[in-house]
């Protein structure tokens, strides 16, 4: 508990003794008042300020004044009978307070969950000057500076490991509790704590567009972004509160007129402390609080699992989940080629594989990096002269003064080399040594690990149609739909393709069945922006697809989307039953007050029980681990 919360368990706990001792001791009149008005002042004064304040400002009819209206009025009927029974009054006042006890604290456990997320923001970035160390601001640190990150320290900006090898910590990040392995040349991203060895990094962005800063820019905005059970919730507060107000009014004012009118005792006690009674059922504090802190307890959960959601709206929205649309490379798949196969004529396997990557030692694309990866020996440079490429074909060069030309059908076709077709599925890199044919290589991009299992978790959850788009050929594509166990595949797209495929699905789909769609990469943006809830992958993805995405996934999970979309739902579910049970207490307990069989009592329960039971129904929206 914070001092706040302390302090108002401190005068909870003083004013039910100090009410307990009263009820024992033999005392009337003035003294008795006095004394009674003294734990009435320790115990409500803040709700009298705020109340104040909010008729000076204009905002009479809230909470706090309607409190205020009755717990004075029980007062007043206490000293106009003279009863001397101010019990009443203060135990409405003590039991709303406990209310907001347990509203305070359930908001703290939520804030916790996404504090936690926000201690992940580094304080300081290590620049090594003159062979020492020197702590600097992680804002001053320029891109591509050097920065040092010892063990048991945070990774302040995102960058290159450029000398040391160590394991990660990214659970404050992604959600996942073990390690991950990092060496030289590996990228890293801010906000992991350094488990083992020194890191020297060279930083390839400003600590503002950090990955660190970017999550807290997310988590931080999210409240601002108010679901449709959020605005009605609001909606209904300004109209409902003037209207029980002046129901009171009347209630108060009416039945005895009318029992004047008719000769009858006009019974002004009676109906004006039923008039009270009214007043404190029709607090709505239950729904004005259970509701939006059922979405912020849901974001916080989903936050500590690694899942950001911008808003409640997004919410809402992705618990209606029916269709979801992955883009294919980053998403579904690594993103990252390796050799499947190698089909020679006569030269051996191996031979193969070293001229090929030596041919190909001076290019930076990922097919290339493949094949020298492959071969798997230091390369060298030394053997490889005369290289020419050739845009959108190939490349040729001379490995030990022998010719080898290395690329697609048209490069052979240039050549004049008659190739052999290869059925296998991925990118076929056919190669020519001295101008005859000499086989092919098979490369094919790799299956994310648990992309299965998330297609088959989100069938499980719900979702009718699993759609994958992708600009790559279409046997290749087709397979991987095939692999996966994804139900529709289109191929061959440009990424206005994309969109169009999207617009073409939104017409189809019902308007409760909302969309989503996966994807990574800054050609995704326009389609995370278009579909009705927008996933970004989060580690590895592009700046443009996480500002235009909905949701993001720390780290690239494909599993978290399933789970995301039952983070949803127990929210949402968690929403309606707060909305509906004290709707439903509500008006049953308005209407025995409206005829006269309801006492303080009752509208305590009313009020601060109802409230009470909504707030901690509310806080299992951050029991989301085991989903």
């Known amino acids: 508990m914070n001092k706040k919360q302390k302090k108002m368990l401190t005068r909870i706990i003083i004013s039910f003794v100090m009410l307990v001792i009263l009820n024992f001791l033999p005392i009337t009149g003035l003294l008795r008042m006095a004394l009674y008005l003294a734990v009435y002042l320790v115990i409500g004064y803040d709700i009298l300020r705020k109340a104040g304040k909010g008729i000076l400002n204009g905002r009479v009819c809230d909470e706090n004044f309607l409190m205020t209206v009755a717990t004075i009025g ?14 009443e009054a203060i135990a409405v006042m003590l039991f709303y307070q406990i209310g907001e006890f347990f509203q305070s604290y359930a908001v703290g456990k939520s804030r916790r969950n996404i504090s936690a997320l926000m201690d992940i923001r580094p304080d300081y970035a290590n620049i090594e000057r003159e062979g020492k160390l020197e702590q600097v601001d992680p804002d001053e640190v320029a891109v591509g500076s050097i920065i040092v990150v010892q063990p048991g320290e945070k990774v302040p900006i995102d960058g290159i490991i450029t000398e040391g090898s160590s394991d990660l910590n990214t659970s404050a990040l992604t959600g996942e509790s073990l390690p991950r392995e990092t060496h030289t040349g590996d990228e890293v991203i801010s906000g992991c704590i350094n488990m083992t060895g020194v890191l020297k990094i060279r930083t390839t962005r400003e600590f503002g567009e ?48 009318c029992n004047l009118l008719i000769g009858r005792t006009p019974n002004w006690e009676n109906w004006i402390y039923s008039a009270l009674t009214f007043l404190v059922i029709s607090c709505p504090c239950a729904l004005v609080v259970s509701v939006p802190l059922s979405f912020f307890a849901g974001i916080g959960g989903a936050s500590k699992e690694g899942i950001l959601i911008k808003g409640s709206n997004y919410m809402e929205i992705l618990s209606q989940a029916k269709t979801v649309v992955f883009d294919k490379t980053g998403t579904l798949t690594q993103g990252v080629f390796e050799v499947s196969g190698i089909h020679h004529n006569e030269m051996e396997d191996t031979r193969l594989l070293e001229y090929a990557a030596l041919a190909e030692c001076s290019s930076s694309h990922p097919i290339s990096k493949s094949l020298q990866k492959a071969y798997g020996k230091e390369i060298d440079r030394n053997r490889v002269t005369d290289i020419r490429e050739i845009s959108g074909e190939g490349l040729i060069a001379k490995v030990d003064g022998t010719e080898v030309a290395v690329g697609n059908t048209k490069l052979m076709r240039r050549q004049g080399v008659a190739y052999a077709d290869c059925h296998s599925v991925g990118t076929i890199i056919h ?42 050929a279409k046997a290749v594509a ?69 500002e235009a995405a909905d949701v993001v996934l720390m780290d690239d999970d494909p599993m978290k989307i399933a789970k995301g979309i039952k983070i949803s739902r127990k929210c949402l579910s968690i929403v309606y039953q707060n909305i509906i049970f004290a709707l439903a207490v509500k008006f049953v307990c308005l209407l025995l007050g409206a005829v006269g069989y309801a006492n303080m009592w009752l509208a305590i329960f009313a009020d601060v029980g109802v409230t009470v039971i909504a707030v901690l129904n509310a806080i299992r929206a951050l029991r989301v681990h085991k989903l």
């Open 74 to 87: 029980a007062i007043a009927l206490a000293v106009y009978t003279g009863s001397g029974d101010y019990n």
């Open 431 to 472: 190669m020519a040594v001295d101008g005859s044919y000499a086989g092919h290589i098979v490369i094919s991009d790799i299956e994310k690990p648990g992309a299965r299992d998330a297609i088959a978790a989100l069938k499980k959850a719900g979702v009718s149609k699993t759609v994958m788009l992708t600009g790559d």
């Open 478 to 546: 087709d397979k991987v739909a095939a692999d996966l166990g994804v139900d529709e595949v289109h191929s061959e797209l440009l990424p206005g393709d994309k969109v169009e495929q999207v617009e073409k699905m939104l017409a189809e789909k019902s308007p409760k069945a909302k969309l989503v769609f996966v994807g990574d990469g800054i050609n995704d943006a326009p389609v995370l922006g278009r579909a009705d809830i927008g996933i970004a992958m989060g580690a590895m993805g592009s700046d443009a697809a996480i």
């Open 210 to 257: 950090s990955t660190v800063s970017r999550i807290l820019e997310l988590v931080e905005e999210s409240s601002s972004r108010k679901s449709r059970s959020e605005n009605f919730i609001s909606r209904f507060a300004r109209v409902y509160t003037p209207a029980v107000c002046i129901a009171a009014l009347l209630l108060a004012l009416l039945p005895p007129l």
